[in-house]
Protein backbone atom coordinates (compact mmCIF):
# COMPACT_ATOMS: atom_id res chain seq x y z
CA UNK A 1 0.00 0.00 0.00
CA UNK A 2 1.23 3.26 -1.32
CA UNK A 3 2.19 5.95 1.93
CA UNK A 4 -0.27 8.72 1.19
CA UNK A 5 2.30 11.27 2.08
CA UNK A 6 4.79 9.30 0.17
CA UNK A 7 4.58 12.06 -2.74
CA UNK A 8 3.31 15.44 -0.81
CA UNK A 9 5.05 18.66 -2.03
CA UNK A 10 5.72 21.22 0.22
CA UNK A 11 5.19 24.82 -0.16
CA UNK A 12 9.01 25.39 0.03
CA UNK A 13 9.23 22.73 -2.66
CA UNK A 14 7.00 23.65 -5.22
CA UNK A 15 8.19 25.11 -8.48
CA UNK A 16 11.93 24.46 -7.53
CA UNK A 17 12.32 22.04 -9.60
CA UNK A 18 10.40 20.77 -13.02
CA UNK A 19 7.88 23.68 -12.51
CA UNK A 20 10.12 26.36 -13.04
CA UNK A 21 10.38 27.18 -17.06
CA UNK A 22 13.48 26.17 -19.15
CA UNK A 23 13.98 24.00 -16.79
CA UNK A 24 14.04 19.47 -17.27
CA UNK A 25 13.63 17.29 -14.29
CA UNK A 26 16.52 14.61 -14.76
CA UNK A 27 16.36 11.22 -13.14
CA UNK A 28 19.62 9.25 -13.08
CA UNK A 29 20.23 7.07 -15.74
CA UNK A 30 20.75 3.04 -14.61
CA UNK A 31 23.56 2.71 -17.20
CA UNK A 32 25.09 -0.22 -15.58
CA UNK A 33 28.66 1.61 -15.51
CA UNK A 34 28.07 3.05 -12.21
CA UNK A 35 30.65 2.19 -9.82
CA UNK A 36 32.92 0.63 -12.81
CA UNK A 37 29.86 -2.21 -12.94
CA UNK A 38 29.06 -3.37 -16.58
CA UNK A 39 25.26 -3.54 -17.46
CA UNK A 40 23.40 -6.96 -18.19
CA UNK A 41 22.12 -7.89 -21.03
CA UNK A 42 18.55 -8.87 -20.53
CA UNK A 43 18.98 -11.90 -22.70
CA UNK A 44 21.88 -12.86 -20.58
CA UNK A 45 19.53 -12.33 -17.42
CA UNK A 46 16.80 -14.60 -19.23
CA UNK A 47 19.21 -17.16 -19.63
CA UNK A 48 20.45 -17.43 -16.10
CA UNK A 49 17.40 -17.21 -14.61
CA UNK A 50 15.97 -20.13 -16.99
CA UNK A 51 19.53 -22.24 -15.89
CA UNK A 52 18.23 -22.29 -12.47
CA UNK A 53 14.51 -23.05 -13.20
CA UNK A 54 15.82 -26.01 -15.36
CA UNK A 55 18.32 -26.82 -12.10
CA UNK A 56 15.44 -26.63 -9.56
CA UNK A 57 13.39 -28.90 -11.36
CA UNK A 58 16.88 -31.51 -11.80
CA UNK A 59 17.10 -31.19 -7.99
CA UNK A 60 13.11 -31.67 -6.91
CA UNK A 61 12.89 -34.94 -9.78
CA UNK A 62 16.05 -36.57 -8.45
CA UNK A 63 14.71 -35.97 -4.74
CA UNK A 64 11.15 -37.52 -5.42
CA UNK A 65 13.00 -40.38 -6.63
CA UNK A 66 15.22 -40.80 -3.92
CA UNK A 67 12.75 -40.51 -1.23
CA UNK A 68 10.54 -43.00 -3.11
CA UNK A 69 13.39 -45.41 -3.62
CA UNK A 70 14.82 -45.21 -0.04
CA UNK A 71 12.62 -43.01 2.34
CA UNK A 72 12.28 -39.32 3.91
CA UNK A 73 15.05 -40.36 6.49
CA UNK A 74 17.70 -42.53 4.78
CA UNK A 75 18.21 -39.85 1.93
CA UNK A 76 20.03 -36.91 2.36
CA UNK A 77 20.95 -33.53 0.32
CA UNK A 78 24.38 -34.79 -0.83
CA UNK A 79 22.31 -38.20 -1.94
CA UNK A 80 19.96 -36.00 -3.86
CA UNK A 81 22.96 -33.88 -5.65
CA UNK A 82 25.06 -37.20 -6.74
CA UNK A 83 22.10 -38.04 -7.98
CA UNK A 84 21.41 -35.18 -10.20
CA UNK A 85 25.18 -34.51 -10.64
CA UNK A 86 24.84 -31.37 -8.54
CA UNK A 87 27.38 -30.48 -5.42
CA UNK A 88 25.79 -30.24 -2.07
CA UNK A 89 26.05 -26.92 -2.24
CA UNK A 90 24.41 -26.15 -5.71
CA UNK A 91 21.17 -28.42 -3.87
CA UNK A 92 21.47 -26.17 -0.78
CA UNK A 93 21.24 -22.67 -2.78
CA UNK A 94 17.82 -23.86 -3.87
CA UNK A 95 17.03 -25.68 -0.74
CA UNK A 96 18.95 -25.16 2.35
CA UNK A 97 17.50 -28.21 4.22
CA UNK A 98 15.73 -31.55 3.60
CA UNK A 99 12.81 -30.60 4.70
CA UNK A 100 13.01 -27.68 2.86
CA UNK A 101 12.69 -29.87 -0.18
CA UNK A 102 10.46 -32.24 0.63
CA UNK A 103 8.01 -29.85 1.34
CA UNK A 104 8.72 -28.80 -2.11
CA UNK A 105 7.51 -32.17 -3.34
CA UNK A 106 4.59 -32.13 -1.02
CA UNK A 107 3.16 -29.15 -2.60
CA UNK A 108 4.04 -29.70 -6.28
CA UNK A 109 2.63 -33.77 -6.06
CA UNK A 110 -0.53 -32.51 -4.25
CA UNK A 111 -0.99 -29.04 -6.67
CA UNK A 112 -1.09 -31.77 -9.76
CA UNK A 113 -3.54 -34.05 -8.11
CA UNK A 114 -5.36 -31.25 -7.66
CA UNK A 115 -5.40 -29.98 -10.86
CA UNK A 116 -6.02 -33.52 -11.97
CA UNK A 117 -9.04 -34.12 -10.43
CA UNK A 118 -10.18 -30.47 -11.45
CA UNK A 119 -10.34 -32.01 -15.06
CA UNK A 120 -13.48 -34.06 -13.72
CA UNK A 121 -15.27 -32.05 -11.46
CA UNK A 122 -17.93 -31.36 -14.15
CA UNK A 123 -20.60 -28.36 -13.13
CA UNK A 124 -22.83 -30.65 -15.96
CA UNK A 125 -22.60 -33.58 -13.96
CA UNK A 126 -23.87 -34.64 -10.98
CA UNK A 127 -22.39 -33.29 -7.98
CA UNK A 128 -22.62 -36.91 -6.18
CA UNK A 129 -21.06 -38.08 -9.28
CA UNK A 130 -18.03 -35.89 -9.57
CA UNK A 131 -17.58 -36.91 -5.80
CA UNK A 132 -17.41 -40.33 -6.09
CA UNK A 133 -14.87 -39.48 -9.11
CA UNK A 134 -12.76 -37.44 -6.97
CA UNK A 135 -11.98 -39.85 -4.77
CA UNK A 136 -11.16 -42.59 -7.14
CA UNK A 137 -8.39 -39.63 -8.68
CA UNK A 138 -7.27 -39.58 -5.09
CA UNK A 139 -6.49 -43.11 -4.06
CA UNK A 140 -5.43 -44.06 -7.44
CA UNK A 141 -2.03 -45.15 -7.54
CA UNK A 142 -1.49 -46.24 -11.20
CA UNK A 143 -1.36 -42.59 -12.15
CA UNK A 144 2.10 -42.72 -12.69
CA UNK A 145 3.16 -39.04 -12.12
CA UNK A 146 6.52 -38.67 -10.08
CA UNK A 147 5.72 -35.77 -7.73
CA UNK A 148 2.42 -37.34 -7.16
CA UNK A 149 3.62 -40.76 -5.99
CA UNK A 150 6.02 -39.16 -4.01
CA UNK A 151 4.02 -36.47 -2.05
CA UNK A 152 2.21 -39.49 -0.96
CA UNK A 153 4.84 -41.81 -0.33
CA UNK A 154 6.31 -38.86 2.29
CA UNK A 155 2.88 -37.47 3.65
CA UNK A 156 2.39 -41.51 4.79
CA UNK A 157 6.45 -41.78 6.01
CA UNK A 158 6.82 -38.61 7.71
CA UNK A 159 3.35 -37.18 8.19
CA UNK A 160 2.94 -33.37 9.01
CA UNK A 161 6.39 -31.78 8.79
CA UNK A 162 6.05 -28.50 8.48
CA UNK A 163 2.80 -28.36 8.46
CA UNK A 164 1.99 -30.04 4.63
CA UNK A 165 -0.44 -32.33 6.14
CA UNK A 166 -3.04 -29.80 7.36
CA UNK A 167 -2.76 -27.43 4.18
CA UNK A 168 -3.32 -30.81 1.94
CA UNK A 169 -6.51 -32.00 3.45
CA UNK A 170 -8.07 -28.95 4.54
CA UNK A 171 -7.76 -28.54 1.26
CA UNK A 172 -9.85 -32.21 0.49
CA UNK A 173 -12.00 -31.54 3.36
CA UNK A 174 -12.75 -27.87 1.78
CA UNK A 175 -13.53 -29.56 -1.55
CA UNK A 176 -15.56 -32.74 -0.02
CA UNK A 177 -17.67 -30.00 1.87
CA UNK A 178 -18.81 -28.33 -1.28
CA UNK A 179 -19.30 -31.52 -3.46
CA UNK A 180 -21.56 -32.36 -0.56
CA UNK A 181 -23.35 -29.12 -0.36
CA UNK A 182 -24.23 -29.27 -3.89
CA UNK A 183 -25.77 -33.39 -4.01
CA UNK A 184 -27.86 -31.77 -1.03
CA UNK A 185 -29.10 -28.84 -3.30
CA UNK A 186 -29.37 -32.13 -6.00
CA UNK A 187 -31.55 -34.18 -3.48
CA UNK A 188 -29.19 -36.46 -4.33
CA UNK A 189 -28.10 -36.81 -0.62
CA UNK A 190 -30.51 -36.24 2.09
CA UNK A 191 -30.12 -32.86 3.92
CA UNK A 192 -30.69 -34.55 7.00
CA UNK A 193 -27.08 -35.06 7.49
CA UNK A 194 -24.29 -33.51 8.67
CA UNK A 195 -22.28 -32.62 5.98
CA UNK A 196 -19.00 -31.38 7.60
CA UNK A 197 -18.94 -34.90 9.40
CA UNK A 198 -19.67 -36.81 6.39
CA UNK A 199 -17.31 -34.88 4.65
CA UNK A 200 -14.56 -35.65 6.98
CA UNK A 201 -15.90 -39.36 7.28
CA UNK A 202 -15.14 -40.12 3.97
CA UNK A 203 -11.72 -38.30 3.19
CA UNK A 204 -10.59 -40.14 6.66
CA UNK A 205 -11.96 -43.30 5.07
CA UNK A 206 -10.64 -43.10 1.78
CA UNK A 207 -7.23 -41.99 1.91
CA UNK A 208 -6.81 -44.78 5.02
CA UNK A 209 -8.31 -47.07 2.59
CA UNK A 210 -5.21 -45.78 0.33
CA UNK A 211 -2.93 -46.53 3.04
CA UNK A 212 -4.04 -49.83 3.95
CA UNK A 213 -3.70 -51.17 0.44
CA UNK A 214 -0.51 -49.83 -0.79
CA UNK A 215 0.92 -51.17 2.09
CA UNK A 216 -0.67 -54.73 2.38
CA UNK A 217 -0.61 -55.43 -1.22
CA UNK A 218 1.22 -54.22 -4.22
CA UNK A 219 -1.77 -55.15 -7.30
CA UNK A 220 -2.52 -52.37 -8.92
CA UNK A 221 -6.08 -52.14 -8.15
CA UNK A 222 -6.93 -52.72 -4.55
CA UNK A 223 -7.43 -49.18 -3.97
CA UNK A 224 -10.16 -49.06 -6.25
CA UNK A 225 -12.09 -52.16 -4.91
CA UNK A 226 -11.15 -50.88 -1.23
CA UNK A 227 -12.64 -47.89 -2.17
CA UNK A 228 -15.61 -49.70 -4.19
CA UNK A 229 -16.25 -51.17 -0.75
CA UNK A 230 -16.01 -47.71 1.15
CA UNK A 231 -19.35 -46.23 -1.39
CA UNK A 232 -21.25 -49.31 -1.23
CA UNK A 233 -21.27 -49.59 2.61
CA UNK A 234 -22.08 -45.53 3.38
CA UNK A 235 -23.67 -44.88 0.10
CA UNK A 236 -26.95 -46.60 1.59
CA UNK A 237 -26.53 -44.40 4.79
CA UNK A 238 -26.25 -40.70 3.13
CA UNK A 239 -28.25 -40.64 -0.18
CA UNK A 240 -31.67 -40.51 -0.64
CA UNK A 241 -33.76 -43.54 -0.94
CA UNK A 242 -34.50 -43.49 -4.63
CA UNK A 243 -30.59 -42.61 -6.24
CA UNK A 244 -28.83 -45.21 -3.96
CA UNK A 245 -29.56 -47.78 -6.47
CA UNK A 246 -28.17 -45.12 -9.80
CA UNK A 247 -24.85 -44.21 -7.41
CA UNK A 248 -23.93 -47.73 -6.46
CA UNK A 249 -24.41 -48.96 -10.04
CA UNK A 250 -22.31 -45.75 -11.19
CA UNK A 251 -19.48 -47.06 -8.38
CA UNK A 252 -19.39 -50.30 -10.16
CA UNK A 253 -18.67 -48.95 -13.61
CA UNK A 254 -16.15 -46.50 -12.53
CA UNK A 255 -14.47 -49.80 -11.39
CA UNK A 256 -15.10 -51.87 -14.18
CA UNK A 257 -13.73 -48.42 -16.05
CA UNK A 258 -10.71 -48.64 -14.00
CA UNK A 259 -10.14 -52.59 -14.66
CA UNK A 260 -10.35 -52.08 -18.11
CA UNK A 261 -7.81 -49.25 -18.24
CA UNK A 262 -4.18 -50.74 -18.47
CA UNK A 263 -1.94 -48.01 -17.76
CA UNK A 264 -2.88 -43.82 -17.21
CA UNK A 265 -0.51 -41.35 -19.14
CA UNK A 266 1.68 -39.57 -16.59
CA UNK A 267 1.20 -35.89 -16.18
CA UNK A 268 3.40 -33.46 -17.93
CA UNK A 269 2.50 -30.12 -17.44
CA UNK A 270 4.34 -27.77 -14.65
CA UNK A 271 2.00 -26.58 -12.10
CA UNK A 272 4.01 -23.63 -11.25
CA UNK A 273 1.51 -20.69 -11.64
CA UNK A 274 -1.64 -22.94 -10.48
CA UNK A 275 -2.18 -23.10 -6.91
CA UNK A 276 -4.54 -25.58 -5.66
CA UNK A 277 -6.90 -22.88 -4.10
CA UNK A 278 -7.73 -21.79 -7.94
CA UNK A 279 -7.67 -25.47 -9.42
CA UNK A 280 -11.55 -25.51 -9.76
CA UNK A 281 -14.66 -23.73 -9.96
CA UNK A 282 -16.08 -26.40 -7.03
CA UNK A 283 -12.81 -25.52 -5.89
CA UNK A 284 -10.11 -28.04 -5.30
CA UNK A 285 -8.50 -25.20 -2.56
Not at 77 to 93: F, N, P, Q
Not at 121 to 129: F, K, N
Not at 139 to 144: A, G, L
Request: charged fraction near 20%; aromatic fraction near 6%; hydrophobic fraction near 40%.
Amino acid sequence: MTNPTAHRVTAGQRGSTSDRAGDTPTCPQNTGKQHGRRATPITERTTAATRSENTRRTILEHAATRFLDGGYHATTIADVGTSAGLTRAAVSGHYRTKDQLARAIVDEGFTRLAYRSAQHVDSRSPALESFITVTHILVDPRHHDLFESAAHHLLAEVGNFLGSAPIVFHSWRATFDELIDHAVTERDVRDTVDRNELAELILGTVYGRRIVATSMTAAPDSCARQLAMVWRQLLPTFATDHQVAYFLEFVARRIAANESSTTLASTTFTPTVIPIAAASRRRIR
